[in-house]
């Protein structure tokens, strides 16, 4: 059983910064990808970035340059560091995780918001 546990959404104004967290309860399980995706009000799921355990990295447009991910394997944590928050990016932010072979695990989800 793997669980993953997500911290550091909250409310923040146009502009503001906010980094999230996804911890693994697991250590002995090597991730192959760790990312992040989310659901914007109405709308469906949708990928925001992901890291390979090299290092990798995938953004999706709407992100670029302003957001960055990154990873500890050691502890098998995922971070996004949120800078410069648009209304557009209020959103359930979901942690996911891969490992080989077997089907994605999520995280229970962190609320955005973006709201002056």
């Known amino acids: 059983q793997v669980v993953l546990v997500e911290s550091g959404g909250g409310k923040v104004q146009p502009g503001g910064s906010l980094r999230l967290t996804c911890a693994a309860t697991?250590?002995?399980?090597?991730?192959?990808?760790m990312g992040w995706y989310r659901e914007p009000p109405g709308k469906e799921r949708e990928l925001v970035a992901t890291i390979s355990i090299g290092g990798d990295r995938n953004y999706a447009d709407s992100v670029k340059g302003r957001f960055a991910i990154s990873r500890t394997n050691s502890n098998n944590t995922v971070y996004l560091q949120m800078d410069n928050l648009e209304f557009e990016d209020t959103a359930v932010y979901y942690c996911?995780?891969?490992?080989?072979?077997?089907?994605?695990?999520w995280g229970q989800g962190t609320q955005v918001t973006v709201s002056s």
């Open positions: 996911n995780a891969k490992v080989h072979l077997l089907p994605d695990f």
């Open positions: 697991r250590r002995d399980i090597t991730f192959v990808n």
